[in-house]
């Protein structure tokens, strides 16, 4: 999830997206361009490349790269994560794995946002390595409710109804990315790779012939990375998100405050993620 990166993807994007939806005037809201999460087509591919075949681990576990700046308030995020059963099991998982290297940074270029990226794979196309960015400012600034139902739903409504803390929403940020190394965990170095190569391809043809996702060319690619870019680049959010409602889930014991959550989220849901219904129904109950 990230607040403000690569304005000329959102736009490929949210052109594929309502040329290939053809209800999506019917919607009571129109898409915006998308609040991507990284450099490039993919979330939190910051600068990335697959490095299979030329990774090599020289640590493992969970490391925390964080200036004197800002880690006072690193700490007070990181504690309200493991405030909840599902922060702690979540991070000692990855801090106990002998096999992978997660490292956690902050940047203050994207105060509000977070990514995930700089991937790496062995020789087997395992994934051994992966680093989170979280903005300066987490604790502040909600993305949008399209392609993330979960956090949009902490925003502030009006004074009748429950306001939760910035720190919360900080961790819930946290939880979404985690989502994302758990999710990358699941897909190899080439299909990565190819990912890469042919998104910005598909991006040039759609401009090119009329914005036309017909196109014999366009549907080859798809076929060939999983999907459109869109439907990658949902794919990959919605499952942040996924993770995100758990740590929810845990974290808010109030019945009442969870109760008026899940209906923020249904809502966003039904209105723009209906096909992605089933990663969150089990945990708004």
């Known amino acids: 999830m990230r ?94 794995d002998s096999h992978f290297t997660l490292t956690i940074t902050i940047s203050g270029s994207d105060r509000f946002g977070a990514g995930t990226g700089k991937y790496k794979w062995d020789d087997q196309g395992k994934l051994i390595g992966a680093t989170i960015t979280l903005g300066s400012r987490l604790n502040e600034g909600y993305p949008n409710p399209i392609y993330y139902p979960v956090m949009n739903a902490l925003r502030p409504r009006d004074p009748s109804t429950f306001a939760l803390n910035g720190n919360i929403l900080a961790a819930t940020k946290i939880a979404h990315e985690f989502g994302h190394v ?42 060939q990375i999983g999907g459109t870019p869109v439907k990658i680049w949902e794919d990959r959010e919605y499952w942040g998100e996924a993770n995100a409602i758990q740590f929810l889930r845990e974290r808010i014991t109030n019945v009442n405050e969870f109760r008026i959550l899940s209906n923020r989220i249904n809502q966003s849901v039904e209105l723009y993620a209906r096909d992605y219904s089933d990663r969150f129904e089990k945990f708004l109950k």
């Open 3 to 96: 607040t403000r990166r690569t304005l000329s993807f959102m736009l490929l994007a949210a052109v594929c997206l309502l040329t290939s939806l053809p209800n999506a005037t019917a919607r009571p809201a129109k898409r915006p361009l998308l609040n991507v999460t990284s450099t490039g087509v993919l979330h939190g591919s910051r600068n990335d490349k697959a490095d299979a075949g030329s990774a090599r681990k020289s640590e493992s576990g969970l490391r925390e790269l964080i200036s004197d700046k800002y880690k006072e308030r690193y700490q007070q995020w990181k504690d309200e994560f493991l405030a909840t059963d599902f922060g702690r099991q979540q991070w000692e998982s990855f801090e106990q």
């Open 182 to 223: 758990k999710q990358a965990m699941t897909i190899n170095a080439e299909t990565y790779r190819l990912q890469n190569q042919l998104i910005p391809v598909y991006n040039e043809i759609l401009l090119s012939n009329g914005r036309n996702v017909k196109d014999p060319r366009l549907v080859d690619i798809a076929t």
